[in-house]
């Protein structure tokens, strides 16, 4: 298993991508991606054959952006559910003062995203399905001529598979946040001396991070929601919900950080508050000692260097963990969390300004 950590349970889009790459012998991401990533590949081949190539350009671009999205899903998904959050729970052990109920933490949540994706994939493929019925005017406008058209039940069929996939995607994004909230709970340790120079701490910024950028995926459908919207007259709607998807990728990155920041720094100050009574504790020892130097024999001058060197050693710790810095956000991760956001707000901009010229 190695990085999955003993955690067996895994989300069917995951089982099927290793019954895949098993078979194939190639890598998860390739096989996950030259398969079940073609899937939505030949459904838009099936509308475009049934509609007689009757589609035009503006709504054959925006699906074929749309069409992304759940080309690289299943690969992506994969890679979040073996690699990204047993990694999490792997790196979080390290942190926690018992290690197991990290372990237990991470075994729940892996399992609730396994075992109850169904309680959002549902309703959200049922409501994505439902606003392509609701615009069956504007594709009749299109060439796809409405329920008595194969063409229009082939692009139902894309939109369920789309559903499917972005529903795991949202599924997993609400189990990352629900899950850094849960290791955060247990009592952690911050190590000052980490190698990422954040305590320990990036591990909390990198699941979320790839989290949002498996969020931020959903922005190639942009166009064609606000291809819909216009021409289907449910602008308004269009853009409220784009507000919230764009609400949605930050919360899932920024709830997650604010919230762990929040308890690393009581951590910290309970770390601090330990050593300040530790050092002022041994100035009175050393205060005492130097009063009694005088008449001091050997034994007593040495018990006063050792009180004084270990003043030293904890005001060198008491620095330590007053110096670290308790967000767990590198350069590489802000820039990804930047891109992460731009890629919707570009997506707006074509829209309100270039949208003439698509």
């Not at 609730?112 to 594709?139: D, E, H, K, Q």
Request: proline share 4%; hydrophobic share 50%; charged share 15%.
């Amino acid at each position: 298993m190695g990085q999955q950590g003993g955690m067996q349970s895994r989300i069917w889009i995951t089982r099927l991508v290793d019954r895949i790459q098993h078979r194939l012998g190639l890598p998860p991401l390739v096989s996950g991606t030259i398969t079940l990533g073609m899937v939505p590949v030949f459904l838009t081949g099936l509308v475009f054959v049934l509609a007689d190539g009757r589609l035009p350009r503006e709504f054959l671009v925006a699906h074929l952006l749309a069409m992304g999205v759940p080309v690289v899903g299943p690969a992506a998904i994969w890679y979040w559910d073996v690699r990204v959050f047993p990694t999490f729970i792997e790196e979080s052990t390290e942190l926690a003062t018992n290690p197991t109920a990290v372990q237990r933490v991470g075994e729940q949540y892996k399992r609730l995203f396994s075992t109850r994706s169904w309680y959002f994939v549902v309703p959200w493929t049922a409501l994505v399905v439902g606003l392509i019925g609701l615009n069956i005017g504007y594709f009749e406008t299109v060439g796809i001529a409405g329920f008595g058209d194969p063409a229009f039940w082939a692009y139902l069929l894309f939109a369920v598979w789309w559903g499917l996939i972005t529903g795991i995607g949202f599924h997993g994004a609400i189990t990352a946040v629900r899950a850094i909230r849960a290791v955060g709970d247990l009592d952690l340790q911050i190590e000052p001396l980490h190698p990422d120079g954040l305590g320990g701490l990036s591990m909390i910024g990198r699941l979320a991070i790839w989290t949002t950028m498996l969020i931020s995926i959903g922005s190639l459908a942009l166009p064609l929601a606000f291809l819909l919207g216009t021409e289907g007259g449910y602008r308004a709607v269009v853009y409220f919900a784009t507000g919230l998807y764009i609400v949605l990728i930050a919360v899932s990155f920024g709830y997650p950080t604010v919230y762990v920041n929040r308890r690393a720094r009581a951590i910290q100050e309970q770390e601090l508050e330990t050593r300040r009574q530790k050092i002022r504790q041994l100035q009175r020892q050393a205060a005492n000692l130097e009063e009694a130097d005088e008449t001091a024999d050997d034994t007593a001058t040495l018990a006063e260097v050792a009180t004084r060197l270990e003043m030293q050693r904890l005001r060198d710790e008491f620095n330590e963990y007053d110096s670290v810095s308790l967000y767990p956000l590198s350069v590489g991760i802000i820039i990804r969390l930047i891109s992460s956001l731009l890629l919707p707000l570009f997506f707006i901009f074509v829209d309100l300004f270039l949208g003439r010229l698509l």
